[in-house]
């Protein structure tokens, strides 16, 4: 993977990353609204939280809605996008921020959460695999990691459909063809996996309980509990 090539893309619509998010996400407020909102209920008072891939903090922002007196940390290898998150939670203590290589340099603290979302697609599998079992040690025991991701279908049959589905409501969407034309770069960076092999990976990595608690098309939500 190259992670400059990751951080000059995502850089360069820093500004711009949050307006565009519905436009990509054809089921924009069950993937982050009611995922995190169900996970509320396994996890009621996490103390400390760590967001992979972080970006400009949207995911932050809903677990912040649920959990405003946790400890965060945000870490990305863009820091143009972490620059947004930084002022999305400006005057907020409880926030640090890091810009760095995530599947090297995790946190030296465990965490109640871990959480990442639309960004370990982009891992090759050797550093994804790597990372969710580094994410499994920085766990405290009995608390979750949760992954808010792009999959790839188990079934090969059904890969070019769900390709298909999904651009066009990105094409029917009021998108620029700028924007569109940024969004198609940046897909050339995605190394997804499916659902099932995540589950895999991480039920060998010794959670207790894996589950997909949503799926839409290419878009899915799995919590593991230590």
């Known amino acids: 993977m190259d992670f400059d090539k990751v951080a000059n893309r995502f850089n360069d619509v820093a500004e711009e990353y949050d307006s565009q998010r519905r436009m990509f996400i054809p089921c924009y407020d069950d993937f982050y609204g009611t995922s995190v909102s169900f996970l509320s209920r396994i996890l009621p008072k996490p103390q400390t939280i760590l967001d992979l891939g972080a970006g400009t903090g949207l995911l932050s922002r809903y677990f912040y809605e649920k959990y405003p007196n946790a400890r965060y940390t945000l870490v990305d290898i863009a820091d143009q996008m972490l620059d947004i998150a930084r002022k999305r939670f400006a005057g907020a203590e409880n926030f640090t ?32 695999e790597s990372l969710y079992r580094n994410a499994y040690e920085k766990l405290n025991p009995g608390e979750c990691f949760i992954n808010l991701d792009q999959f790839i279908p188990s079934s090969a049959l059904m890969n070019a459909p769900f390709t298909e589905f999904w651009h066009d409501y990105i094409d029917n969407s009021e998108i620029t063809p700028e924007a569109r034309s940024a969004q198609r770069k940046r897909s050339e960076l995605d190394r997804e996996n499916s659902i099932d092999e995540t589950k895999r990976i991480l039920s060998d990595c010794g959670y207790k309980s894996v589950e997909c608690v949503y799926s839409y098309f290419k878009f899915g939500v799995v919590i593991a509990v230590k």
């Not at 090297?104 to 639309?118: C, N, Y």
């Open 97 to 128: 921020f890091a810009a760095c290589d995530y599947t090297r340099d995790l946190p030296e603290q465990s965490f109640d959460l871990i959480g990442s979302a639309l960004s370990i697609h982009h891992l090759e599998d050797a550093a994804r």
